[in-house]
């Protein structure tokens, strides 16, 4: 995936904003823009050419034009296409082949207490916007010109700031808050399943209060720590009924559980069927 990465501050500066709509068989105008372009589009499908770069953008879907590029409708549009556009400057950008994941390597130079830390600002050449309604609701505002003499020019730039800030944690999946107590106390009890974890130890090794881990993975995950610690136990349990022909004492110690009668009962509870009856099943797909 290519990205355009700034370095800020200073921020990108907004310009202007609008909507547009390509009805069937029209095309993009041909021309080499001074400033950047953002087109998303909101229905159908627009055809466009950057710098003899063919792409596709579908209804959902956006793509950044970069300034002194020429870009011109590859080809008509096969249905009424309607998009929004927001056009904004930038200092010296640079493009990048990224996976789009290493969101922990955004900061490139601490700051001091006269100079301030400087960040990359790394936005997808074309991406996917997961929440539209988001988009909706920056482009209502961004696209009003009906109160010019009042602080919505300056509010317009901050929302403008919060869209491309909003595009970069999209694309590079950068976790809130809460996704990341979740998913690290999803780790630890992957790691330790096998051991009679509690949530006081989950919790202590991650240094969060107990009713807190347990509100960040329902919330995040839809399950409880000690739910969640069951579905591990019974998908380790499925593979040892069925890689091997060890007895069920010896399986529900082999995955923290004590009680092969509490291992069997909740066995069924979660897979609908009981320990034997999931290996000779299994056995029968094999044979």
């Known amino acids: 995936m290519s990205f355009l990465e700034f370095t800020v501050p200073p921020f990108p500066v907004f310009i202007a904003a609008g909507e547009g ?28 050419t950057e710098d003899e770069n063919a792409f596709s953008v579908e209804a959902g879907e956006y793509i950044l034009l970069s300034p002194g590029l020429e870009h011109y409708g590859t080809k008509g549009s096969e249905e009424t296409t ?43 050449q074309k991406g996917k916007v997961r929440r539209p309604q988001f988009m909706a609701g920056q482009f209502s505002v961004l696209t009003d010109d009906s109160a ?31 996704e990341r107590v979740a998913w690290e106390a999803a780790r630890y009890l992957q790691e330790h399943y096998q051991e009679k974890t509690t949530i006081k130890a989950l919790s202590s090794a991650l240094h969060y209060n107990q009713d807190y881990v347990t509100r960040c993975m329902q919330q995040v995950l839809g399950v409880t720590p000690g739910q969640y610690t069951n579905k591990v136990r019974m ?15 010896a399986i529900a110690d082999a995955i923290g559980m004590e009680d092969p009668t509490y291992f069997s009962k909740l066995f069924k509870q979660i897979e609908g069927i009981s320990p034997l009856e999931y290996r000779k099943f299994v056995s029968r797909k094999t044979d």
């Open 235 to 249: 998908t380790e349990a499925k593979r040892l009924l069925s890689a091997t022909n060890d007895k069920m004492g």
């Open 21 to 48: 709509v390509f009805k069937k068989g029209e095309t993009h105008v041909r021309r080499v823009f001074p400033v950047f372009d953002l087109l998303y589009v909101k229905e159908g499908v627009l055809y466009i």
């Open 148 to 178: 010019e003499n009042s602080d919505l020019p300056l509010r317009k730039q901050i929302l403008f700031e919060e869209l491309l800030l909003h595009l970069q944690k999209e694309a590079f999946q950068i976790p809130s808050a809460k």
């Open 82 to 124: 309607s998009y929004s556009w927001l056009h904004f400057e930038g200092a010296d950008y640079e493009m990048a082949e990224t996976t789009g994941n290493n969101w922990s390597g955004l900061r490139r130079k601490k700051g001091s207490f006269e100079e301030p830390s400087r960040y990359r600002l790394s936005l997808p």
